[in-house]
């Protein structure tokens, strides 16, 4: 993808079929990428682009102060989310199929003697992909009936720039697998997001008014997205 530098800045160039520039600072490092419409000159770009400095910087300083979660050794005792709250893992060894249940403000991962680092890792994903699915299916019949939106099919995989995304060609939707760490407001906000992208594909006017008819709220539960700490690169994408 073509950058473009303005002074410590760089910014990815991505041109599209679009009639407005769009920049996005993107977690967890602060990367500034641009979506410009094709006929859009560099020159052009970089107006805009310098007129959002002040804003870039902000973003960029904000995700540098977010919390985030140390490395991820899986063993008893470390701090593990889930739905938004921080729950103390405790690995249990016995033979058997690996295993996760949730009680107690704990997450019981069971696990056969030897089992390494990676395959704990994988088994408490997997326990996430399935929780993260079962909250999705409880509330996108209901939004698709509310927007007036059919989508064709859903999924839950790992993202490194989103929380979510949506082909609006396709109508088909991603969340992100690490949804299942935030608040389920914080879900229910991505899911609302994603979909009215079906009725405007751009972050414009158009776009807010719609979110602001379905979801009032939408602008705290983003805000609250934005605070929750973020996941160490090791275990999060």
């Known amino acids: 993808m073509p950058t ?20 996005s600072v993107l977690p967890p490092d602060g990367k500034v990428r641009v979506s410009a419409p094709e006929s859009m000159t560099d020159t052009a770009i970089r107006m805009a682009v310098v007129s959002r400095i002040p804003w870039i910087k902000k973003q960029q300083n904000d995700f540098a102060n977010q919390p985030r979660q ?8 470390e701090c593990h989310y889930l739905w938004g709250k921080r729950h103390r893992l405790n690995v249990v060894e016995r033979v058997g199929c690996h295993e996760v249940k949730v009680a ?22 997997e326990f996430y992909r399935a929780a993260l699915k079962v909250c ?6 209901g939004w698709q009936s509310t927007i007036g ?16 995304s949506c082909n ?5 939707i991603w969340f992100n697998l690490e949804l299942a760490k935030k608040p389920p407001e914080c879900l229910e906000y991505i899911l609302v997001h994603e979909l009215v992208h079906l009725l405007e594909r751009n972050h414009n006017e158009r776009f807010r ?7 009032p709220s939408w602008r705290e539960r983003r805000e609250l997205l934005n605070r929750m700490p973020l996941a160490h690169n090791t275990w999060a994408y």
């Open 209 to 215: 008014a719609h979110m602001d008819r379905f979801m």
């Open 4 to 23: 473009l530098q303005i002074g410590a800045i760089t910014i990815q160039i991505n041109r599209k079929a679009i009639k407005n520039l769009h920049i």
């Open 70 to 77: 140390s490395d991820r050794e899986m063993v008893s005792g």
């Open 136 to 141: 999705v299916e409880k509330l996108i019949n």
């Open 149 to 164: 939106i059919t989508i064709t099919a859903w999924s839950v995989k790992k993202m490194k720039t989103k929380w979510g």
């Open 104 to 125: 107690r403000g704990k997450i019981n991962l069971y696990v056969n003697p030897g089992t390494s680092v990676e395959n704990r890792a994988l088994a408490l994903t």
């Open 168 to 172: 609006t060609q396709a109508k088909r």
